[in-house]
Antibody, heavy 122, light 110 residues
Framework: EVQLVESGGGLVQPGGSLRLSCTPS????????MTWVRQAPGKGLEWVSL???????QYADSVKDRFTISRDTSKNALYLQMSSLRADDTAVYYC????????????????WGRGTLVTVSS | QSVLTQPPSVSGAPGQSLTISCTGS?????????VHWYQQLPGTAPKLLIH???KRPSGVPDRFSGSKSYTSASLAITGLQAEDEADYFC???????????FGGGTKLTV
């Protein structure tokens, strides 16, 4: 069974940095389109970033120039490096596998991890 | 404000049927992009419920169905069960934002 497990969340001060990890079992990260989606407490889902199997990356405007998505093929892991964190970045961060077919206008997220909570507060 | 608009809440009695709407614009749903639906049970991660407007992944009961017309999409649930109590989110792609977008979510109470 394919599973995604996130880690790395925690409490960080405003302006600080944090790196989230997503470790899949049953799939190879470098062969798969992967994404990060976040959910602020009691709120809806917000797409954050996506990495293509070829390495191309995309970001939501709210995190552009502050967050970096990457992967380590030797560790088969996906990462989200977050910097200049703000209170409104507080959320549960989910990694998810992207089902890519046709153009990106048709993509959806067919497998989700359980999420890791990031709290930005002084 | 979410790019896709959903009603904040809906409710129904066991056995009844209902629909949840998802309204977008010409830069997303109306632009021909697919709509997908996710179910989030209390305290759990989202789970794919419907993809490609109306396709059910393996294991999703046929009580759940999706449709799309112009700038709107709908999730229909028939024969409501207590276990259907959850938050439901629609998702599409927005070409103006170059981003994947979600609705604000609809809380279903059975």
């Amino acid at each position: 069974e394919v599973q995604l497990v996130e880690s790395g969340g925690g409490l960080v001060q405003p302006g600080g940095s944090l790196r989230l990890s997503c470790t899949p079992s049953g799939l190879i990260v470098s062969n798969t389109y992967m994404t990060w989606v976040r959910q602020a407490p009691g709120k809806g889902l917000e797409w954050v970033s996506l990495i293509y199997s070829g390495g191309t990356t995309q970001y939501a405007d709210s995190v552009k120039d502050r967050f970096t998505i990457s992967r380590d093929t030797s560790k088969n892991a996906l990462y989200l490096q977050m910097s200049s964190l703000r209170a409104d970045d507080t959320a549960v961060y989910y990694c998810a596998k992207v089902r890519d077919y046709g153009g990106r206008g048709y993509w959806y997220f067919d497998l989700w991890g359980r999420g890791t909570l990031v709290t930005v507060s002084s | 404000q979410s790019v896709l608009t959903q009603p904040p809440s809906v409710s129904g009695a066991p056995g009844q049927s209902l629909t949840i709407s998802c309204t977008g614009s010409n830069s997303n749903v109306g632009g021909g992009y697919d709509v997908h639906w996710y179910q989030q049970l209390p305290g759990t991660a989202p789970k794919l419920l419907i993809h490609g407007n109306n396709k059910r992944p393996s294991g999703v009961p046929d009580r759940f169905s999706g449709s799309k017309s112009y700038t709107s999409a709908s999730l229909a649930i028939t024969g409501l069960q207590a276990e259907d109590e959850a938050d439901y989110f629609c998702q599409s792609y927005d070409t103006s934002l170059s981003a994947w977008v979600f609705g604000g979510g609809t809380k279903l109470t059975v």
